[in-house]
């Protein structure tokens, strides 16, 4: 099948008004397919200040604020013009990206159609529960995401960890791997600027450790505090660094009253942030890749991370990085610890890290998501011709 008979509908929670690895993967596979020579139109709520621009046509879909997270929206519907919309440009794959109420009854149009939906997985979404204490409803949100992934034809997710939980969860037997890929020519050691770091009041010989996100506990804020206490109590110099924005800067910054904000960058301003930096900890086991791991190595940066979906297919232990057990402080602070000490395996594992980023090509990765719409179209063809 050639990639100029692909009609795409991409359905995601948040397409471009609030930036973050997710949409940005999004809008870079729309734009690669758009090259290819394929039809998308994205259907997504909107805001009169996006973070930036979408990539292609954009269809406003009717959202409400998430409950103390009011930056974020969920759509909840696919009214009359939308349904009109989606019927005129009559696509043959469904793609949704966010397990919200529009992307159910997006599934349900699609099946109704005998059209293949196709679902990614960005973030494992049940395990924000611990963060807000409602650890009792994971199962209830399990068996809802079950319910929903199962009624697709096929998963993308981004790492065979992933992939390994979403099989032993049973929601879905059709997992395929997009991982993801790095700018490498904006993350890269050359953005390095000691003269930034004089500006923040960095010396040239102070170990910085960087947080890069948006600040919300669920991104493991309190590990990342504490291991960073468990370094002031042991008496190892380092600084802290914390790039990003969001809701719980006042809890972060409270809990780490001597490190250097610098708020929401982009482009050219956090490439130079992010590598002025000397070891990225990311305590995180929410993500199911984590991009920010992946633009560290980029960058020549050694990481600290959880042994988690987001990063234990990225981070070679020992190798690129050290991997620690979700929520062990006193592991991360060893860790920390050994990288502050020893400047020569700093060094080695950076380089190590910036040569596995190097093989990171975002067209070669995103061609693995053509290639699964193509199965999933043939075989619905075929179960549709057996009257399935």
């Known amino acids: 099948m050639d990639p100029s008979d692909l009609r795409i509908a991409l359905f995601s929670g948040n397409y471009n008004y609030v930036r973050d690895g997710a949409n940005q993967a999004l809008n870079r596979l729309v ?67 966010s397990p919200d109420l529009a992307a159910r009854k997006a599934v349900g149009w699609a099946r109704e ?17 611990s963060y807000y204490h409602l650890q009792l409803l994971e199962p209830a949100l399990r068996a809802m995401l079950r319910n929903l992934y199962r009624r697709c034809d096929a998963l993308l997710v981004p790492a065979p960890s992933t992939a390994a939980v979403l099989r032993a969860q049973r929601m879905n037997k059709n997992i395929n791997i997009w991982t993801r890929g790095v700018d490498r020519e904006q993350f890269n050691p050359g953005r390095r600027s000691l003269e930034w770091r004089h500006g923040k009041g960095f010396g040239d010989e102070e170990v910085v450790i960087a947080f890069l996100g948006r600040l919300v506990l669920e991104k493991g804020l309190d590990v990342f505090s504490d291991a960073c206490d468990a370094l002031s109590a042991r008496g ?8 990003g924005e969001g809701p719980a800067r006042p809890w972060f910054a409270n809990r ?16 130079t942030a992010f590598a002025s930096a000397d070891v990225f900890l990311n305590p995180s086991v929410t993500e199911a890749f984590g991009n920010v791991t992946l633009e ?39 860790a920390l610890e050994r990288y502050v000490r020893e400047p020569a395996l700093r060094r080695e594992h950076g380089e190590h ?3 596995y980023a190097k ?10 998501v053509l290639n699964v719409y193509r199965r999933v179209l043939e075989r619905r063809a075929r179960l549709n011709r057996l009257g399935f």
């Open 236 to 243: 190892v110099p380092h600084k802290v660094l914390v790039i």
């Open 113 to 129: 159609r005998g059209i293949p939906a196709v679902a990614s997985v960005h973030t494992r979404f049940e395990t924000y529960l």
């Open 31 to 97: 734009g690669y397919l758009l090259r290819q020579g394929c039809k998308v139109r994205v259907y997504s709520p909107t805001v009169e200040e996006p973070a930036f621009a979408p990539v292609g046509d954009l269809v406003s879909l009717p959202g409400m604020p998430i409950p103390g997270r009011g930056e974020y929206r969920i759509p909840y519907a696919l009214p009359r013009e939308v349904r009109r919309d989606l019927t005129d440009f009559a696509p043959n794959i469904v793609h949704i990206s």
């Open 359 to 368: 093989t990171q090509d975002w067209d070669a990765i995103n061609a693995v």
């Open 256 to 271: 780490l009253p001597d490190a250097v904000f610098t708020g929401q960058l982009i482009g050219g301003e956090l490439a």
């Open 353 to 355: 890290g910036l040569a």
């Open 296 to 334: 560290a190595m980029a960058c020549g940066l050694p990481v600290v991370a959880a042994a988690a979906t987001g990063a234990s297919n990225i981070v070679q232990d020992g190798d690129t990085g050290i991997l620690c057990e979700p929520g062990e402080v006193d592991q991360f602070a060893d």
